[in-house]
């Protein structure tokens, strides 16, 4: 049974790059017919936050990540942690250390001093044979992690292949603070045990708590999980994905017009390619996502791929779905369709076409419960400089429409009749009608946009 688990510590927004950690391990677990964990790591009390948590909830929602068990939250779970550690206390796997910051800081200056590296020297490391100083009076001890000596901790990364560190590079962690407060990967530790973690992927920011992690599971007796540990994600000039290249909260893609399956089809692809696929469905990711073929460099982050993704999407989102994704974003600029104005179902089909974003349809929505505003240039050169047949084709095309049934094909037949009795050609009419009824020269096919107006704002607008 494969166990999976996305573990944020909520200190801020739903970054996207966790969403693709999340999304990576969220379809590993789907895949299998596993089971998916949220976990809130919420121990940092300085930086974590109840808004950050929501907004982590919220990003995990949206995107439409539903998690099988949690969320759990670390801060709720201390009582366990310090049994753990009275545990491996009484086991020998830890023990305490009384050793002051001055002495600490002591030890590092003379380690520098002669080119080591900083480490602790394992003064309070009870050995076989070794006779310890007596504890200072008056001072909480932290608690260290007793960890090997010899040999490696190696294991063979999901994502990066194997790899190996030396015991001898680990020194021995705290997994308690005088205070008696776990510290952070002694948590993550305790969790994946007794969360029954399979599989651990995450960010590769974290490769260097792996060897401490499996240390410390093997002291405890606990199975080791598979660990994959997935490449940062880069902004296009290769840098680390920051703000100033654009949106990086989950969130900011819903207030920017992106839709939660383009967004995920995008994140799916960054850093993972099943052939030359570039669009398809989470169910299809989820069926072909078996861990393999995971990118080992970091991927940057195309927003115009994203886009683009984004455009198919809406194109093959239903329009009465359409048009109730943007209601919000149309209320937001002040729009309401009522009755008696364009259906806005029928209206988002006709422009969803072109947009990029929710947002995108909803400016160019406006062109249908607005009234229009025609630009100084554009009346000087598609009306003031008309042919003189403009006008009397007007009337014409008016009293036509008055009369034919309330369909694009009517319409469309109407306009043809009009332009072949005056004479004029197809843009010369189709302009400043779109001028008159929508305030602008360029829209989707003419006909199919009067049919989407109500007939009586066209005759209005028309001047009829
Ligand atoms: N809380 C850690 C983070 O947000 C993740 C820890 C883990 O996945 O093991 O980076």
Redesign the pocket.
């Known amino acids: 049974m494969v166990r999976t688990?996305?573990?944020?510590?909520p200190t801020g927004f739903l970054h996207i790059g966790?969403a693709r950690?999340a999304l990576f391990a969220w379809a590993y677990a789907r895949h299998h017919q596993g089971s998916f964990i949220l976990r809130i790591?919420d121990t940092d009390v300085e930086r974590s936050t109840p808004a950050a948590v929501q907004a982590i909830l919220d990003g995990m929602r949206w995107l439409g990540l539903e998690h099988d068990e949690g969320p759990f939250y670390q801060m709720q779970r201390m009582d366990r942690y310090r049994e753990v550690i009275a545990q491996m206390l009484a086991a020998g796997t830890a023990y305490h250390c009384w050793c002051s910051k001055e002495e600490l800081d002591a030890m590092r200056a003379e380690q520098e001093a002669r080119g080591l590296k900083p480490r602790y020297d394992g003064r309070w490391r009870p050995e076989p044979g070794r006779v310890l100083p007596a504890p200072p009076a008056g001072v909480q001890p932290v608690v260290r992690f007793r960890n090997p000596i010899d040999g490696a901790t190696a294991w063979n990364d999901v994502v990066k292949g194997p790899i190996s560190f030396d015991n001898g590079e680990l020194d021995d962690l705290i997994i308690a603070r005088s205070d008696g407060t776990p510290t952070?990967n002694f948590c993550?530790v305790v969790d994946?045990w007794d969360m029954r973690i399979t599989h651990?992927l995450?960010?590769d920011?974290?490769v260097n708590?792996t060897p401490r992690?499996i240390n410390i599971l093997r002291a405890l007796g606990a199975p080791v999980p598979e660990y994959g540990h997935l490449p940062m994600i880069h902004g296009p000039d290769g840098q680390k994905l920051s703000k100033r290249h654009g949106a990086v909260s989950v969130m900011q893609y819903d207030d920017d017009g992106y839709l939660p399956d383009a967004v995920i089809n995008y994140l799916a692809r960054l850093g993972w390619s099943h052939g030359d696929e570039e669009v398809f469905s989470r169910e299809q990711f989820v069926a072909w996502f078996d861990g393999q073929h995971i990118s080992r460099s970091p991927s940057r982050f195309d927003f115009d791929k994203l886009k683009w993704l984004n455009n198919h999407y809406l194109k093959h989102t239903d329009d009465a779905a359409l048009a109730q994704l943007v209601l919000p974003r149309l209320a937001a600029r002040g729009l309401t369709p009522k009755e008696g104005e364009a259906d806005l179902a029928q209206a988002c089909a006709l422009l969803k076409d072109r947009a990029q974003t929710l947002n995108e349809m909803a400016d160019t929505l406006g062109m249908f419960y607005t009234e229009p505003t025609i630009s100084e240039a554009d009346r000087a050169k598609h009306l003031d400089a008309a042919p003189p047949a403009l006008a009397p084709a007007l009337v014409d095309f008016a009293g036509q429409l008055a009369a034919a049934p309330w369909t694009k094909e009517a319409i469309a037949a109407a306009m043809k009749a009009v332009l072949a009795s005056h004479g004029l050609k197809m843009p010369q009419l189709a302009i400043p009608v779109r001028l008159k009824v929508f305030g602008v020269a360029h829209t989707p096919s003419v006909d199919a946009m009067l049919a989407a107006m109500p007939r009586a704002t066209v005759l209005a607008r028309l001047g009829a």
């Not at 688990?5 to 510590?9: K, W």
């Open positions: 688990r996305f573990a944020p510590s966790g950690t790591e952070y993550v994946d651990v995450r960010g920011d974290h708590n992690q």
